[in-house]
Structure formats: C-alpha cells, structure tokens
Nanobody, 125 residues
C-alpha cells in the first residue's frame, strides 16, 4: 500500500508560480514511479508530468513545469511557472509500484495504482 498526500495548491495570478508537493508513505519511495495528473471542471483527468528515473511532460506544460523527486524525503514536486488560467484544475499525484524497474515514466492514469486526494490550483487572469 502507498499513501499519498498533496500540498501546495492555491490561488495565483496568471504568470505566477506554485510548487506542489506529494508526500508518500507505506513503501520504499525509490521503488515507486510517480506522476501528476489534473482535472478541470467538466473535463477528463489528464496527464501533466511523471517521473520514474527520468521525467516526462504533457506538451501543454513542457518548458513551464518541472517535476522532481527527493527519495530521501519520500516526496515528489511539481514546480509550476508561467501559470495560465487554463492550468486551473485539481491536481492529483499518483503512484505505481515498479520495484526499481519499469519505464522512465508512465503517462496513462490506468497505469497507476494509488492516488492522492488532490489539491486545487486556481489561476486568475
């Protein structure tokens, strides 16, 4: 079992920055692939960024968002810069147990087994 807790969401003006955190417990963090997804009202959940031993991004956030992980702190981060109103959504972190194997990162929500409760990000214009 893996427990995930997100934090760091909030209200920010367009062009601003936020850093989301996802703290994991219940399993050796380095054996877990992690990802960020988001869901805006009336829309499907979509991939944002993911990391196992390297990071990958959705085209819509590439060059603006940076995903990272600190295995010692058992925490994943999403640094979000140059935020746009269309980035407004509930952001979820997700985990997939890989036992130190697997791909560089995973982009499909179906590939993840554990989810956090979500944190709201609102970008005003």
């Amino acid at each position: 079992q893996v427990q995930l807790v997100e934090s760091g969401g909030g209200l920010v003006q367009a062009g601003g920055s936020l850093r989301l955190s996802c703290a994991a417990s219940g399993r050796t963090f380095s054996s877990i692939a992690m990802g960020w997804f988001r869901q805006a009202p009336g829309k499907d959940r979509e991939f944002v960024a993911a990391i196992n031993w390297s990071g990958g991004y959705a085209d819509s956030v590439k060059d603006r968002f940076t995903i990272s992980r600190d295995n010692a702190k058992k925490t994943m981060y999403l640094q979000m810069n140059s935020l746009k109103p269309e980035d407004t959504a509930v952001y979820y972190c997700a985990a997939r147990i890989t036992d130190w194997g697997g791909r560089s990162y995973y982009t499909s929500a179906d590939e993840y087994n554990y989810w956090g409760q979500g944190t709201q990000v609102t970008v005003s214009s």
